[in-house]
């Protein structure tokens, strides 16, 4: 019988009776009898408990707000009763001036300062041990038994008024065929709290090292499971030391009291967050490095029925079989966890006009970057040499024109040396920091396998294009860069596909904490920069008068591989826009 089980019996009193006991700290409480909460503790001088009750706030993930106490009234609720609570279980770290410089059983020689301080209580995810063996996991303990290995990352928490730091998580390896059960369970029990921030490589998050935690004890990720990382309240630990306050107390980690929510000025325990609509599934975006993502089953199917509309070939081309099942839903899940982007097109299929570039494309290139814009991602435009002047001018008119909010940043790239690709795509050609995420390609060329560039009549073009298909080969083998190819319909059916994810609730929730600060953008931010059949007859508006011809036809005028815009492709657009916006 587990010592959880066992308390799970005990009456209210005895458990207090327990904890004034100067036993070994308790760590797994869920499922916990008497409405008792585990809690970790931060006590701050009182002129500050305005700015860190924000903090919280503003990063509710790692630091779950149950309440606090009143200034001067230093008690641990559950046990409010008992005048010498202070003097016994659990431990307490002493902070001075941001360093730690104790580990303490007792606050008693405190007393003075503490009057003077604010204790705040915040939720531990301990509970998630509930989640666990409701899907059949046991909870595996760390070598030695201590607790559950924390690990700083590089993303960082919300700043307010002084209070900054990096997110802290923990680790969890659950095998791959338990992923979505625990998920979907975790989200039951623990509402927004039980929902993961990060499913897979832990160097997205900037852990280089699972055997090396920075708090606790390592725990083993065997063959056939993937790491799973959610947010840690040591967080708070972080904070403390950042903000450099003269004196603060919390608890040492894997140490908890134990709280009547009715004890506390503070929110209930969280409620499930599933609803019909939000259920979450689990995503695999790649295997190298290995990512996942979770979005709800709802906007899963609804950007299957975009890629279904997509597939559609209006031409007759014989261009059906190119499209892979779902390479759409991972590809607009890759970009919206992306922080900046790099997109090509041009496709110079006319060599014996001025310019040789088609309509087919660029359309799709610019809604795609207009979308980004509106989710605070860094976007750039690379496109060959010899057009970087059209490009430039169809960016400048199409910020005139109100398609793009902001100017693009319009590259070129020639090739040369065999470094010139990593130097392009990272910062001093370290491919441990990339400039950019992801590289996306609306209906670009590519080389063949003699090393020439062909358009559709089997013309060689090679003497018109750029080497730019050598970012993509590079990329390849530079961790945490991820490449897509579509058409132009691929490029707006991308924009759609971020707008649906980022207005899902459990997407949304899920890439706010693991990308950092939310952003600013809203909802109707997005809605406004979503493609549209007006933007899209601007955009090819400006190719025209810069005689840009259609692929197929050879003609000028507002037409696309010869379907005409008021026709077949704005119907396109439209079926894509009306499958976005249904119930949302």
Known sequence: MTFTRHLKSCPLSAIRSFILRKKPNIRNMSGMAGGLRPASIVALHRSLAPAFEKF??????????????????????????????????????????????????????????????????????????????????????????????????????ATIAGFCCPLVVTMRPIPKDKLEGL??????????????????????????????????????????????????????????????????????????????????????????CLTPEGIPEVVPISQDPLHYSIASASAVQKIRE?????????????????????????????????????????????????????????????????????????????????????????????????????????????????????????????????????LVAIERTGRAADGNYYNARKMNIKHLVDPIDDLFLAAQKIPGISSTGVSTWGGCALACALYILNSCEVHGRYLRKATGPPRAAGAQNWTEALPSVSKEEKTLGILVQHKVRSGVSGNVGMEVDGLPFHGTHAQMIQKLLDVTMVHM
């Open 56 to 157: 919280c706030q503003a990063n509710s993930g790692p630091l779950p707000l149950l309440g606090r106490s009143e200034p001067g009234k230093w008690t641990l609720p559950a046990l409010g009763a008992v005048s010498d609570t202070r003097m016994d279980r659990p431990q307490f770290r002493k902070y001075e001036f941001g360093a730690c410089t104790g580990s303490l059983t007792s606050l008693e020689e405190y007393l003075e300062q503490l009057k003077d301080m604010v204790t705040f209580f915040l939720g531990c995810s301990f509970s998630l041990e509930g989640a666990l063996e409701k899907v059949g996991l046991l909870g595996r303990d760390p070598a030695g038994h201590g607790h559950v290995g924390a690990y700083k990352t590089t993303v960082p928490c």
């Open 306 to 438: 975009l890629e279904t509309i997509i597939g559609i070939d209006p031409g007759n081309r014989g261009v059906g079989h190119l499209l892979c099942k779902d390479e759409l839903l991972r590809a607009s899940l890759s970009l919206s966890h992306a922080r900046s982007v790099l997109i090509t097109t041009g496709f110079p299929t006319h060599f014996n006009h001025e310019p040789p570039e088609e309509t087919d494309g660029p359309p799709g290139a610019i809604a795609l970057a207009a979308f980004l814009q509106a989710l605070e991602k860094g976007v750039s435009l690379i496109v060959d040499q010899r057009a970087w002047s059209l490009f430039q001018k169809l960016v400048e008119e199409a910020v005139e024109r109100g398609v793009l909010k902001t100017q693009l940043p319009v590259l070129t790239y020639q090739g040369g040396s065999a470094g010139a690709a990593r130097a392009l795509l990272c910062d001093d050609r370290d491919p441990k920091s990339p400039r950019f995420d992801h």
């Open 183 to 272: 998920v979907q369970a975790s989200c039951s029990m623990m509402g927004e709290q039980g929902q993961p921030i990060h499913i897979g490589d832990p160097e997205m998050l900037g852990i280089r090292d699972l055997s090396k935690p920075d708090y606790g004890h390592a725990v083993v990720c065997e063959p056939g499971e993937v790491p799973v990382f959610w947010p840690s309240p040591l967080t708070s630990l972080e904070a403390v030391s950042s903000y450099k306050t003269p004196l603060a107390f919390t608890s040492a980690p894997g140490c908890t009291v134990m709280t009547h929510l009715e004890d506390l000025k503070g929110p209930e325990a969280p409620a499930s």
